[in-house]
T-cell receptor, first 115, second 117 residues
Framework: DAGITQSPRHKVTETGTPVTLRCHQTENHRYMYWYRQDPGHGLRLIHYSYGVKDTDKGEVSDGYSVSRSKTEDFLLTLESATSSQTSVYFC??????????????FGPGTRLTVL | AQTVTQSQPEMSVQEAETVTLSCTYDTSESNYYLFWYKQPPSRQMILVIRQEAYKQQNATENRFSVNFQKAAKSFSLKISDSQLGDTAMYFCAFMKQGGYNNNDMRFGAGTRLTVKP
């Protein structure tokens, strides 16, 4: 299994509060991703990073920001959480964009509930 | 934009039998990858199999194989000799082959498979 951890694994928070989720990898992979999983939608990409301090938006980036100050950590921040952000959040990593290694490996997920 | 469709929200199969999960996708790209991921009740996303679009040969991994029809934009997963541990949600995913900032993955909504004893 790829060395990916997410913290916290579960969190309950209130509307309007800031929340930060952390993804940590021990594989030294260049690419890191944040997805959210909702019933009927599969997984949808929020943001991704293609290097330290290099990030870009995904399909559902509104209301989220990310930061990557070192290779192993990718943080997802909800500046002011809303109930629509209640979801399960997955971090993923991949080694590079070359054809031989374009596979994403996923962390265990974080269940976030916004009341 | 690429879209992935899994038309079977739920399926069931008897243990030891074979089941096929369907997936279709829409893209104008020529070079891309297709994946099947398994998500058991533990919620962990596990890569089952991947297919490069430029390869005509269908990928296989033990009891799992795919039927990749590029012209039809179809990518089905066949599970042979189904086992109770195969009970899970299965996601089909598409990723276009691109540059360093161009490899986000698109997922279908999933098929929940139940293997019955």
């Amino acid at each position: 299994d790829a060395g990916i951890t997410q913290s916290p694994r579960h969190k309950v928070t209130e509307t309007g509060t800031p929340v930060t989720l952390r993804c940590h990898q021990t594989e030294n992979h260049r690419y890191m991703y944040w997805y959210r999983q909702d019933p009927g939608h599969g997984l949808r990409l929020i943001h991704y990073s293609y290097g330290v301090k290099d990030t870009d938006k995904g399909e559902v980036s509104d209301g989220y920001s990310v930061s990557r100050s070192k290779t192993e950590d990718f943080l997802l921040t909800l500046e002011s959480a809303t109930s629509s952000q209640t979801s399960v959040y997955f971090c993923a990593i991949s080694e590079s964009w070359t054809s031989s290694t374009d596979t994403q490996y996923f962390g265990p997920g974080t269940r976030l509930t916004v009341l | 934009a690429q879209t992935v469709t899994q038309s079977q929200p739920e399926m069931s199969v008897q243990e030891a039998e074979t089941v096929t999960l369907s997936c279709t996708y829409d893209t104008s790209e020529s070079n891309y990858y297709l994946f099947w991921y398994k998500q058991p009740p533990s919620r962990q996303m596990i890569l089952v199999i991947r297919q490069e679009a430029y390869k005509q040969q269908n990928a296989t991994e033990n009891r799992f194989s795919v039927n990749f029809q590029k012209a039809a934009k179809s990518f089905s997963l066949k599970i042979s000799d189904s086992q109770l541990g195969d009970t899970a949600m299965y996601f089909c995913a598409f990723m276009k082959q691109g540059g360093y900032n161009n490899n986000d993955m698109r997922f279908g909504a999933g098929t929940r498979l139940t293997v019955k004893p």
